[in-house]
């Protein structure tokens, strides 16, 4: 079913760590898309309890309501009459999102996601670097280096170990350029040692 008449679909992937404004972006966007009259949803994963339940919520504390799914496959039984989806914290759906994208776009729906492009050890975060593949657009963000205050493309953990996905915790987070940052599993310099004593 066409949609949007007489138009395809397409993908717009906005990526960057964490603190880069990612969540602002998606908001902005899908908020002018509701402005031009166009349906729009906004799905996050579940296992992203951050701040709200049932809206996306920037660290700059703006938010739009989203719909929170287990699944990647959740989207399609909730978009058959939806234009404009936005999906936040892609990286968390795994890989199954790819299909769910392809099929969004086989229906020629506009597909906004944000997500991490890199994990906590500067390693590619399935399936975002596939996405930005796929994708007609792709912007990636940075964030301000705490340390340093130069671009900052990584996410630091403040703790070493651990899982790959260690949910919400800003607190357990910070933005680094790539000189400041450091694989926590690598090398624990004494401030990320210091921190892990005092959070854990
Ligand atoms: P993301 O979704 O990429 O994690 P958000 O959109 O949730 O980012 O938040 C972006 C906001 O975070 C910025 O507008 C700013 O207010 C705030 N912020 C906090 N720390 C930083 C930082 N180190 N660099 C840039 N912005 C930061
Ligand atoms: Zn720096």
Same mark, same amino acid.
């Given at each position: 079913?066409?949609?949007?008449?007489?138009?395809?679909?397409?993908?717009?992937?906005?990526? +960057?760590?964490?603190?880069?404004?990612?969540?602002?972006? @998606?908001?902005?966007?899908?908020? &002018?898309?509701? *402005? #031009? =009259?166009?349906?729009?949803?906004?799905?996050?994963?579940?296992?992203?309890?951050?701040?709200?339940?049932?809206?996306?919520?920037?660290?700059?504390?703006?938010?739009?309501?989203?719909?929170?799914?287990?699944?990647?496959?959740?989207?399609?039984?909730?978009?058959?009459?939806?234009?404009?989806?936005?999906?936040?914290?892609?990286?968390?759906? +795994?890989?199954?999102?790819?299909?769910?994208?392809?099929? @969004?776009?086989?229906?020629?729906? &506009?597909?906004? *996601? #944000? =997500?991490?492009?890199?994990?906590?050890?500067?390693?590619?975060?399935?399936?975002?670097?596939?996405?930005?593949?796929?994708?007609?657009?792709?912007?990636?963000?940075?964030?301000?280096?705490?340390?340093?205050?130069?671009?900052?493309?990584?996410?630091?953990?403040?703790?070493?170990?651990?899982?790959?996905?260690?949910?919400?915790?800003?607190?357990?987070?910070?933005?680094?350029?790539?000189?400041?940052?450091?694989?926590?599993?690598?090398?624990?310099?004494?401030?990320?040692?210091?921190?892990?004593?005092?959070?854990?």
């Amino acid at each position: 079913m066409n949609i949007i008449k007489n138009d395809s679909g397409w993908l717009e992937l906005i990526v +960057g760590p964490m603190f880069s404004g990612k969540t602002e972006e @998606l908001i902005r966007r899908v908020r &002018r898309a509701a *402005i #031009a =009259g166009q349906s729009v949803m906004v799905f996050k994963p579940a296992i992203d309890k951050r701040y709200d339940e049932i809206k996306i919520v920037s660290h700059s504390e703006i938010h739009f309501p989203s719909q929170p799914i287990q699944n990647a496959s959740d989207i399609l039984t909730y978009t058959q009459n939806i234009q404009v989806i936005g999906i936040d914290e892609g990286q968390f759906l +795994g890989n199954p999102l790819i299909d769910v994208v392809n099929a @969004l776009l086989e229906q020629h729906k &506009r597909v906004i *996601i #944000a =997500g991490l492009d890199l994990d906590y050890r500067g390693i590619p975060f399935e399936p975002i670097p596939f996405l930005m593949a796929m994708a007609e657009y792709v912007d990636k963000f940075l964030a301000i280096c705490v340390r340093c205050g130069n671009p900052a493309s990584r996410t630091q953990r403040l703790v070493a170990g651990g899982a790959r996905v260690i949910v919400g915790a800003a607190e357990l987070y910070e933005a680094r350029c790539r000189n400041c940052w450091t694989n926590p599993d690598e090398i624990v310099p004494p401030d990320i040692e210091q921190k892990r004593i005092d959070l854990l």
